[in-house]
C-alpha cells in the first residue's frame, strides 16, 4: 500500500493542532504522551520530551529516522518513540500514531481490563476490540515487544498500567480512534460498572452494523 505522506510543513501544524486538542479534553497531563507522523518510509516526524502537548510549536518537532536517530531538531527524543517506531516497522499501513493517557481508557489499562465489548456501535465500527498489552517498564524495550504482536491486527491498544496507542493511515484517523477508545471507555464504565449492565451486541448485530458501515463481515460465528 502506498502512504500518501505530507509535507513536513502540514505535518506540523496537524502535530500542533492535535497536540492542543488531546490537551485541553484531558487527554494529557504535564509532559504527557507524544505524538508522530510518517514523512517517508524512513522519516518519522515526532514529538520531543519534556514540552506539554498544549504548548508545542513547528519548530519543537523532531525528525527521526526508522532507527529513531535525529536527522533534524534540537530537542532530546522521548524515550516512548521506541513504540511509535515498533508500529511502523510492523505495519507498513500505519502512517500517524498518538500515545496518550485519556482518564476512563487508562483506568481500564491500570485494571488491566481490556475493551473488547461490541456493545456501542460506534465503537465497533472505528476500533474494532481493544486488547490490552502486557505489561511492560515505560521507557524500555519491553514495551514496543509489548505491542509487536497487535501492529497488524488492531487499530488502538491499552498498555497496561500506562496508558492507550492508537494509530491509522493518517493523523486525523488516528486522532479520532483515540477519541473514539475514550469514549468507548466512558460508555462501558458507566454501564457495566455503574449501572451494573452492559448488553452485548449478538455476532448478527455486529456484522450487520460492519456490513452496513462499508467494513464487511469482520465477525464470525463460534
Not at 510549536?57 to 536527522?71: A, K, Q, Y
Amino acid at each position: 500500500m502506498n502512504i500518501n505522506y505530507p509535507e513536513p510543513e502540514e505535518a506540523r501544524a496537524a502535530i500542533v493542532d492535535i497536540g492542543r486538542r488531546m490537551y485541553e479534553r484531558g487527554y494529557v497531563a504535564a509532559n504527557d504522551g507524544n505524538i508522530s507522523v510518517r514523512l517517508s518510509d524512513n522519516h518519522i516526524l515526532i514529538t520531543p520530551t519534556g514540552v506539554s502537548k498544549g504548548d508545542l510549536t513547528p519548530e519543537m518537532l523532531l525528525i527521526v529516522d526508522s532507527e529513531g536517530n535525529i536527522i533534524k531538531g534540537t530537542g532530546r527524543i522521548s524515550s516512548e518513540s521506541p513504540m511509535h517506531l515498533c508500529l511502523y516497522s510492523y505495519n507498513p499501513h500505519i502512517a500517524a500514531v498518538v500515545h496518550a493517557h485519556p482518564v476512563a481508557a487508562t483506568a481500564f489499562a491500570v485494571a488491566r481490563i481490556p475493551l473488547d465489548k461490541a456493545v456501542y456501535p460506534e465503537s465497533l465500527v472505528l476500533l474494532g476490540d481493544v486488547p490490552l498489552a502486557p505489561y511492560a517498564t515505560p521507557g524500555t524495550l519491553e514495551v514496543p515487544q509489548s505491542i509487536a504482536p497487535f501492529a497488524k491486527t488492531h487499530r488502538a491498544l491499552l498498555l497496561a498500567n500506562h496508558g492507550v496507542l492508537a494509530w491509522g493511515r493518517d493523523l486525523r484517523e488516528a486522532w479520532f480512534r483515540l477519541d473514539a477508545l475514550e469514549n468507548y471507555a466512558k460508555i462501558y464504565m458507566c454501564s457495566r460498572f455503574i449501572l451494573n449492565s452492559a448488553a452485548e451486541l449478538s455476532v448478527d448485530e455486529q456484522n450487520s452494523i460492519l456490513i452496513t458501515a462499508g467494513e464487511g463481515d469482520r465477525v464470525k460465528s463460534e
